[in-house]
């Protein structure tokens, strides 16, 4: 049996869980959307004007812009996203909330909080901030 280190065996459990997470998440389906669109129009409804720029969007989730560009397409045409174009720079543009993204996303917002409550038990508070403060400075590590 071949050993590896703590930090190679966090980073795999990582990506199981982010597996497991992903086929949980599929619940959100009911309305229409999946968990990476659940956290593009969470960044969007938390972002200033409810709009940001596509570069920004792509970093804040951890892909390439075409990346982030390939799934803004499918909501764009459902009717949840708009893009805006900068009335400044043409090479510039956002990607906004619209009202129906808006009502989608408070609607999914009580699905994902009640997956998430079956995922991590709220016994364990100390412990969820700590590991979210690993995360967080983990994510900052890999961008």
């Known amino acids: 049996m071949s050993n590896i280190s703590p930090s190679l065996r966090i980073l795999m459990n990582l990506a199981k869980i982010q597996a497991v997470i992903s086929r949980r998440f599929d619940r959100l389906s009911v309305h229409g959307i999946g968990f990476n669109d659940f956290m593009i129009l969470y960044l969007l409804r938390q972002a200033a004007g409810e709009r940001m720029r596509r570069i920004d969007l792509a970093e804040k989730i951890g892909l390439t812009p075409s990346g982030v560009t390939r799934m803004l397409l499918p909501l764009e045409k459902i009717g949840l ?18 009202e129906t993204g808006k009502r989608i996303f408070e609607e999914a917002k009580e699905t994902a909080s009640s997956l998430a409550r079956e995922i991590i038990p709220t016994d364990k508070a100390k412990d969820i901030i700590t590991l979210s403060d690993l995360l967080t400075d983990l994510g900052k590590n890999i961008l």
Do not use: F
Not at 92 to 97: G, M, N
């Open 81 to 98: 996203i708009k893009r805006e174009a900068n009335e400044r720079d043409a090479r510039v543009s956002y990607v906004v909330l619209t």
